[in-house]
């Protein structure tokens, strides 16, 4: 087994500034200045528990590509690319009221594509079996016409758009466990029916009035989107009868030539963020679910992308259980996080769980499908 591996420490420069978590520090209204919630360390101590732990000798460590300006207009628009580029150079920015960037803030954010990139191209040549991009900033928020929710330059989308222009693959599907909904993965490509867009997400948290079950899709790709918003408090049992009764068929019935995972760890129960209650021994199962889907339909092409994760003391052990699952390896450094929310009460699946659960596993039959005789309803 081998297991691409890409992380830049220059990622972890990308500067968000001081912050009251999401907000612009004002003193005189009473809040004070502290750090960003997307703040180094969430991402800076995964890559070091990867290396301290010795799971980076398992894995085979890559360089993010480099990024041209027609990988980045494939997926987002001209203008808003000369803003960011221009408003990088110049100190700094914000692509909204809370994601502020820095100086440099746009290169680092193409190096993160070009993570994403790398570890694509290394799964579709066939040089890894499957790889992880730990990845800064995040990308899945980033819309066609401009950043948001932390995000600048949506990753995934750019190795996704990427790789079917070069002709590497053809159907890629998507699944997005972040606790917050990838409208931006969802947005770039709602007309495209070779691409499958999968969210699992806490209902109706960020961004507004965004992931709901009708969200399926526009004209040639329609069914092509499937969003499954899940109930506040949702733990192992939900998220694993989400991923065997929703992603599970769906990735089948789309039968896709590589699995991306925008994997997003603020459904954490740690997370500031989310209120979510998964730990990282939840994480590992989701992870041998999907690799176990890759096995079966496409080779075990799988490619993982980091997108968001606030606790900067558990992400590292979520983050490590899904990398050492994709090697094939185990570390023995246990997660100290795990036993204090394992045992909580409602960690098993409840009804009105089950309830959210059914209306997205009812959409899954119109997703486009290759096999014959099939017309999306
Ligand atoms: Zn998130």
Same mark, same amino acid.
């Not at 790709?221 to 009868?241: D, E, F, H, K, Q």
């Not at 992308?305 to 450094?333: I, K, M, N, Q």
């Given at each position: ?171 890629? *599907? $998507? +699944? ?7 409208? %931006?993965?969802? #947005?770039? =490509? ?130 490590? *259980? $899904? +990398? ?7 570390? %023995?450094?246990? #997660?100290? =996080? ?40």
């Amino acid at each position: 087994m081998h297991t691409g591996y890409v992380w830049n420490p220059l990622m972890a420069w990308h500067d968000t500034g001081t912050s009251a978590g999401l907000f612009k520090p004002s003193p005189l209204a009473g809040i004070q200045p502290g750090e960003h919630f997307e703040h180094p360390d969430t991402k800076r101590r995964l890559a070091e528990l990867i290396e301290t732990s010795g799971l980076l000798w398992h894995l085979d460590r890559m360089d993010p590509l480099p990024i041209e300006r027609e990988d980045l207009e494939r997926v987002h628009d001209a203008t808003y690319l000369d803003w960011l580029e221009r408003t990088s150079a110049d100190g700094g920015g914000r692509v909204d009221g809370s994601s502020p960037f820095g100086q440099g803030s746009y290169q680092i954010a193409c190096l993160a594509a070009g993570s994403t990139a790398s570890a694509m191209d290394a799964v579709l040549e066939g040089w890894v079996d499957n790889a992880y991009a730990l990845t800064r900033p995040p990308g899945h928020h980033a819309r066609r016409k401009g950043g948001l929710g932390f995000c600048l330059i949506n990753n995934v989308a750019v190795a996704i758009a990427r790789s079917i222009a070069r002709g590497d693959a053809e159907r890629v *599907a $998507v +699944v997005d466990f972040d606790v917050h909904h990838g409208n %931006g993965t969802q #947005d770039i =490509f709602y007309a495209d029916p070779n691409v499958l867009t999968i969210s699992l997400h806490q209902d109706q948290l960020f961004p507004a009035n965004s992931g709901h079950l009708h969200e399926t899709g526009v004209g040639p790709g329609v069914g092509a989107n499937l969003n499954v918003p899940l109930p506040p408090g949702s733990g192992r049992g939900a998220y694993l009868t989400a991923f065997d009764d929703v992603v599970l068929p769906a990735l089948h019935r789309f039968a896709p030539d590589v699995i991306v995972v925008a994997a997003g760890y603020d459904a954490g129960a740690y997370d500031p963020l989310g209120r979510q209650m998964l730990t990282s021994a939840t994480y590992r199962e989701m992870t041998r679910k999907l690799l176990a889907a890759a096995d079966e339909l496409c080779d075990g092409h799988l490619v993982a992308s980091h997108e968001g994760g606030y606790s900067p003391w558990a992400v590292p052990f979520h983050g490590l *259980a $899904v +990398v050492e699952e994709l090697a094939g390896t185990r570390t %023995g450094v246990a #997660d100290p =996080f795990a036993r204090s929310f394992a045992t909580a009460g409602q960690q098993d699946l409840q009804p009105h769980q089950r309830t959210a659960i059914d209306k997205a596993a009812n959409l899954v039959a119109n997703i486009p499908s290759p096999h014959a005789g099939h017309q999306p309803r």
